[in-house]
C-alpha cells in the first residue's frame, strides 16, 4: 500500500497574510485620518484665538494712539503740571481710566479690552515727561492677555484613591 501524501495548503497562507496586510493597512489609514482630523479642528481653534487677540491687540493700538494725540496737545513745561493736564486730558477718552498717585507722579493709564468670551487685554500704560520733541509720551507697563473665568481644577480622575491604599 502506498500513502498518499497529504497536500500543502500553500495557498491558503498567502490569502491569510495578504487578508492581515489589508487589515493593517486600513486600521493605520483610520487611524491616520482620525489624526488628521483631530489636527485640523486644533488647528482652527488655534487660528481663531490667534485671531481674535490680534483683533484685540489692534484695537488696544488705535487707543494708544488716541491717547497718544490727547497728549501732544498738552504742552511741556513742568512735570507736576503735565502730569495734572495729562489726567484731564485722559479723563474724556472712552474706556480709558488714568490714575494719578500724587499731584507730582505721572499718571498711570490703564484700559481692558475683549479678546473673546474667556479672556481680555489688559493694558496699563504710564504717562512721561516729553524733555525733548522726540521723547516718548507713556511708556507699557504691561500688555497681556487675562483669563476672566474662574480656574477650575479637573479632578474627574482619582489616581490616587486614599480608600484603596
Excluded at 37 to 61: F, H, M, P, V, W
Excluded at 77 to 93: N, T, V
Aim: glycine share 4%; with cysteine; hydrophobic share 40%.
Amino acid at each position: 500500500m502506498e500513502k498518499k501524501k497529504q497536500p500543502v495548503v500553500t495557498m491558503g497562507t498567502s490569502s491569510i497574510l495578504v487578508i492581515f496586510i489589508i487589515l493593517c493597512l486600513v486600521t493605520f489609514a483610520m487611524l491616520s485620518l482620525a489624526s488628521s482630523k483631530a489636527s485640523l479642528t486644533y488647528a482652527e481653534k488655534i487660528a481663531g484665538r490667534t485671531s481674535d487677540y490680534y483683533t484685540a491687540c489692534n484695537q488696544g493700538e488705535e487707543l494708544l494712539a488716541e491717547i497718544q494725540t490727547a497728549l501732544t496737545e498738552i504742552p511741556a513745561e513742568a512735570p507736576a503740571q503735565y502730569y495734572q493736564d495729562a489726567y484731564k486730558a485722559l479723563q474724556h477718552i472712552e474706556g480709558v481710566r488714568a490714575e494719578l498717585p500724587e499731584p507730582s507722579q505721572a499718571p498711570v493709564i490703564s484700559y481692558q479690552l475683549p479678546v473673546n468670551e474667556d479672556f481680555i487685554l489688559d493694558c496699563r500704560l504710564e504717562v512721561t515727561f516729553p524733555r525733548q520733541l522726540q521723547d516718548p509720551l507713556c511708556r507699557i507697563i504691561s500688555w497681556k492677555e487675562v483669563s476672566v473665568k474662574d480656574w477650575k481644577p479637573d479632578d474627574s480622575l482619582n489616581l490616587l484613591d486614599p480608600d484603596g491604599v
